[in-house]
């Protein structure tokens, strides 16, 4: 009798919180369901959520990548359109960053259509827009290198590649000595093993040891392990940049910072840090100072042509 008893007891219990359970989750008039937590749902509806509407840009996005030609090259003069209608008097082009978001996946597009002038006319129109951005300045400058290349433009992808050097993230300086290589093997094909012998010259440079004063140094000098520093035979187009630098006053962080990055694409690396470095007075928080200093640093690599002097730079920073 006392088992039975207490398997009923259990059994209200059990009955009593589900109860509970069922009177928290079922939803008051009005309200929607909360998101089933469940690994196995008990219907194919509820096992389905509802899809966040895409962006007019994801959108625009889509149909660049999209298999039908024809739709890309729709896409590719609605992103022509929308570029234009921006508002130019926003020189460091804070508010029209989203716009320029967008521009790397029509420029793939227009890579694979073979419109490499399309690609470079673009490119410079996308850096004009957002100079400050540094992360797209520099995808759009790597895209102009591309199209260089595939258009068997040789000098001008070599000008190019120099530029992307200088203004690239440091995180990225991988890439801009890969696209160098690439570069220099396709201008000048009759230097045998040239990119291989800028790679060497590039790694032997690249120590970060902060009492080194050799291997950084000697890329400030030009001269290497492997002989003289390629880069410095390499002369960077700046007309591109002069309209666009001339148009940025010094007056606030953002535009200090556009216009570095606008001089590091000119190869003119010493300037460039006197506006990295008067930005620096203008930081309002932790983030800009961040940038700030690798801002600096990438003008060090740019004037040395290696990244252990900008290295030590930062290394000398964070030790503040």
Known sequence: M???FLSLSWMACWALAA???AQNVAPKAGQKPP?????TPTTPAEAKTPKRPRTKLEALSDRLNASAVEVQVAAVDEVKSMVGRLNKSDVAGVKRLPAVKVLPHCLNTLMS????DDVETMALIGISYAPAATQYVAKLQKCRVEA???AGKGEAALSAAK???NVVGMGETDSAVDLMGTALFNARPNEKGIAVRFKKQQLSLASTGPADSSAGDAGAGGETGVGEN????????PKPFEEMIQRIQFDDYGKLIAKGNLLLLSDKAKEARACFESAEALTNEDKELA???ESVARSIRAETGAIAPANRYILARQSK
């Open 2 to 4: 006392s088992v039975r």
């Open 19 to 21: 109860a509970c359970v």
């Open 35 to 39: 998101s089933d937590t469940s690994t």
């Open 113 to 116: 259509l073979k419109r490499f």
């Open 148 to 150: 260089f290349i595939a």
């Open 163 to 165: 530029a992307y050097y």
């Open 230 to 237: 390629l880069l410095r035979s390499i002369v960077v187009d």
């Open 291 to 293: 940038v700030v200093t």
